[in-house]
């Protein structure tokens, strides 16, 4: 039942990550427009702009499903992908094993013709990405949608009430049990709960098995999207809504999920750079979250070919060189007393122990930055992350300190976001 699953320790190894990259990654990516939910939008909404892009782009009478031969993943190469994450940052990756569309990027036995193995790329996705990862020392998420818009069983269950479970039973499930047995995912993030309650998707059960019986069972982190009403409530971690920011430090580990397009998970091949997020965005995002306790997983959408786009590759690069001189305010780091300073929203903290670190995404006019939450003592020592030597410090006449930043920029280029590292604090 919920109550013992919840009260399950999560793994330490998710709280001291902090940061991953998301994948979304499938069929939708062939259509590359609008978004991942495209063929929802063109077919369940009957929406007139795809419903116009489908005319304008494709043959009379094209089906969702001839999309999946165009999706060949003729460039993916694992073990670039993962070195371009490991160079981002990230701890951990996440990708979309099967998203609402049902199309799995594994050989699923229950997904007979509709998988990455028996067409489009015909090579098995979850299981390459999976060892390129671990060989770079990054963790494994698997992205699962319990839902598939348009599968029979699916939809006859849902005519039913969800009082039936054909769906669950013969698809979803085995297809979970599949993935856990066979690639010993390091993180199970659900998704596509909501329109059942978790009674129909079994999920108190398929947990149970997960933290009792699996082969990942010490290790394994999952989200809370395991039913309607589920989500912020019960699971390992809480996602609560996508680019979810709860304004205060919450009492549960979370995660804020954002993507680099502002406008879709999945790649969209007319995307222009103002939908972008730019790197000071990303900067304050991951600040942000770690400060209030989060772990911030950034999401790219790679092409039907398998490239991740360069704009997409230099953002992560730009993450990754941040987290090079800052990291050690971020990584297993832990939400300090105070969390922003009051004043301006600009200042965020986080601790290890006995030390403290400000993060300051403007840098102070005058070279001096004011904090007001710090109680210094005689013997506090100021260092600023990425370069050398202490730094002067007085007591502020008010409460707190004034620290003198060099005068100088620490790098030449303005970029967003320092790291000051109090010692001798309270």
Partial sequence: DWASLDARPLPA???????????HWGVFSVPAWGSEWFWWHWQGQHDAAYERFVRRRFPPGTTYAEFAPRFTAHDFQPRQWAQLFQRAGARYVVLTTKH??????????????????????????VGELGEALRESNLRYGLYHSLMEWFNPLYLADKQNDFKTQSFVLKKMMPELYDLVLKYKPDLIWSDGDWEAPDSYWNSTSFLAWLYNDSPVKDTVVVNDRWGRGCSCHHGGFYNCADKFRPGTLPDHKWEMCSSLDRLSWGY?????????????????????????????????????EGVIVPIFQERLLALGKWLETNGEAIYESQPWRVQMENTTGTVWYTSKGPVVFAIFLLWPRDSVLCLSSPIPSPGTQVTL??????????????????????????????????????????
């Fill in 13 to 23: 190894w998710f709280d001291r990550a902090k940061v991953g990259v998301f994948v």
């Fill in 100 to 125: 609402h569309e049902g199309f799995t990027n594994w050989g699923s036995p229950v997904s007979w013709n509709w998988n990455s193995v028996d067409t489009g790329p015909h090579r098995d996705l």
């Fill in 268 to 304: 969209r091949s007319n995307m222009s750079l103002p939908e972008v997020m730019d790197e000071m965005s990303m900067i304050e995002e991951l600040v942000q979250t770690v400060s209030l306790g989060g772990n911030y997983l950034l999401n790219v959408g790679p092409t039907k």
């Fill in 385 to 426: 992350l990425g370069f050398g030597g202490t730094l002067e410090w007085q007591k502020h006449p008010g409460k707190g300190m004034l620290i003198s930043l060099p005068h100088m920029l620490p790098s030449p280029l303005p970029q967003s976001g320092w790291a000051v590292k109090l010692e001798g604090v309270k």
